[in-house]
């Protein structure tokens, strides 16, 4: 994950150093990624249509080894086979997303070694020593760092206004190494580096993780009601693998934005934000997708 992690930073920072705004490198960030999963979006779509469309197979062998559970298991899975589907198509899919919120969630955690790559830097080991001497700080001791650099960046900025300083040389270098650690954390009115669980007095740290709640429930809401209008056969009885095999699908879809709530409120800003932002685009997609698929089915029955 370090890898995806790193491959991750080297776009964001890209994006960064175009635009001198974290959020909305974010958000960019956020776009070009859906955009490249785009493929496999439309391919699991393909794949849950698919799997509704044997229904009527499944009761079939179901109906015709009934009193023959070990065939009854060799056709469904000879089903499967002769489709080109696997039943656990939808773990691939989970797994995927799993190793996306990972990267991610070490990438915003940790912006100065995966994004702006000054961890060897002498004044980066500056103020990580001076960080981790301070029990008050942030769990997160890159924000931290980030958050301290910035504040003494600003104090120089304010000195260096006064024509009569003495040490303005020194200041001015001081100043530029500080730019090593600096990232521009406002957005909105929002500072991305603040965790939920850490400012519990602020309550615009709930806006961005309560907009990914929302919008995950609609997205579980989305991939259900189209699951439910695409089945054709309605409440069919089913066999005991294939009501596993989809109760695991199911409750993979479930466990995915559960986990990612779960870690949205102990996490910085940036986190919840980019979520939030792949939720919009994911929802936006399944109905675009799902509109797609439907006039081409109609066009084919037609």
Same mark, same amino acid.
């Given at each position: 994950?370090?890898?995806?992690?790193?491959?991750?930073?080297?776009?964001?920072?890209?994006?960064?150093?175009?635009? %001198?705004? !974290?959020?909305?490198?974010? $958000? &960019?960030?956020?776009?070009?990624?859906?955009?490249?999963? +785009?493929?496999?979006?439309? =391919?699991?779509?393909?794949?849950?249509?698919?799997?509704?469309?044997?229904?009527?197979?499944?009761?079939?062998?179901?109906?015709?080894?009934?009193?023959?559970?070990?065939?009854?298991?060799?056709?469904?899975?000879?089903?499967?086979?002769?489709?080109?589907?696997?039943?656990?198509?939808?773990?691939?899919?989970?797994?995927?997303?799993?190793?996306?919120?990972?990267?991610?969630?070490?990438?915003?955690?940790?912006?100065?070694?995966?994004?702006?790559?000054?961890?060897?830097?002498?004044?980066?080991?500056?103020?990580?020593?001076?960080?981790?001497?301070?029990?008050?700080? %942030?769990? !997160?001791?890159?924000?931290? $760092? &980030?958050?301290?650099?910035?504040?003494?960046?600003?104090? +120089?900025?304010?000195?260096? =206004?006064?024509?009569?300083?003495?040490?303005?040389?020194?200041?001015?270098?001081?100043?530029?190494?500080?730019?090593?650690?600096?990232?521009?954390?406002?957005?909105?009115?929002?500072?991305?580096?603040?965790?939920?669980?850490?400012?519990?007095?602020?309550?615009?740290?709930?806006?961005?993780?309560?907009?990914?709640?929302?919008?995950?429930?609609?997205?579980?809401?989305?991939?259900?009601?189209?699951?439910?209008?695409?089945?054709?056969?309605?409440?069919?009885?089913?066999?005991?693998?294939?009501?596993?095999?989809?109760?695991?699908?199911?409750?993979?879809?479930?466990?995915?934005?559960?986990?990612?709530?779960? $870690?949205?409120?102990?996490?910085?800003?940036?986190?919840?934000?980019?979520?939030?932002?792949?939720?919009?685009?994911?929802?936006?997609?399944?109905?675009?997708?799902?509109?797609?698929?439907?006039?081409?089915?109609?066009?084919?029955?037609?």
């Amino acid at each position: 994950m370090g890898f995806i992690s790193e491959l991750f930073g080297y776009v964001l920072n890209a994006l960064y150093n175009l635009i %001198s705004n !974290y959020g909305i490198a974010i $958000i &960019i960030f956020s776009v070009l990624l859906r955009l490249i999963l +785009i493929p496999i979006t439309i =391919k699991q779509q393909k794949t849950m249509k698919k799997s509704n469309e044997m229904q009527q197979e499944m009761k079939n062998i179901q109906a015709k080894y009934k009193n023959n559970p070990e065939k009854l298991n060799q056709e469904t899975m000879e089903l499967y086979k002769r489709e080109g589907l696997s039943p656990f198509s939808g773990c691939f899919t989970a797994i995927l997303q799993l190793l996306i919120i990972l990267s991610v969630f070490w990438l915003v955690s940790q912006p100065l070694t995966y994004m702006k790559r000054v961890q060897n830097s002498e004044i980066y080991k500056e103020y990580k020593t001076a960080v981790e001497g301070d029990s008050s700080k %942030s769990s !997160y001791k890159e924000i931290a $760092i &980030i958050n301290k650099a910035s504040e003494d960046y600003q104090n +120089i900025i304010n000195e260096l =206004k006064n024509e009569n300083v003495e040490n303005r040389e020194e200041l001015e270098n001081r100043k530029a190494q500080l730019e090593e650690l600096r990232i521009n954390m406002e957005f909105l009115g929002l500072d991305l580096s603040k965790v939920p669980t850490q400012s519990l007095n602020d309550w615009k740290v709930y806006i961005i993780p309560a907009l990914y709640v929302i919008t995950s429930f609609i997205s579980i809401r989305i991939t259900t009601k189209t699951q439910m209008s695409k089945s054709k056969n309605g409440e069919e009885e089913k066999t005991p693998e294939l009501e596993s095999m989809e109760q695991m699908n199911k409750s993979m879809s479930y466990m995915m934005p559960i986990m990612s709530i779960s $870690i949205a409120v102990i996490a910085p800003l940036g986190l919840a934000l980019y979520w939030l932002v792949s939720n919009i685009l994911m929802i936006v997609e399944r109905l675009v997708i799902n509109k797609f698929m439907s006039s081409k089915e109609e066009k084919e029955n037609a």
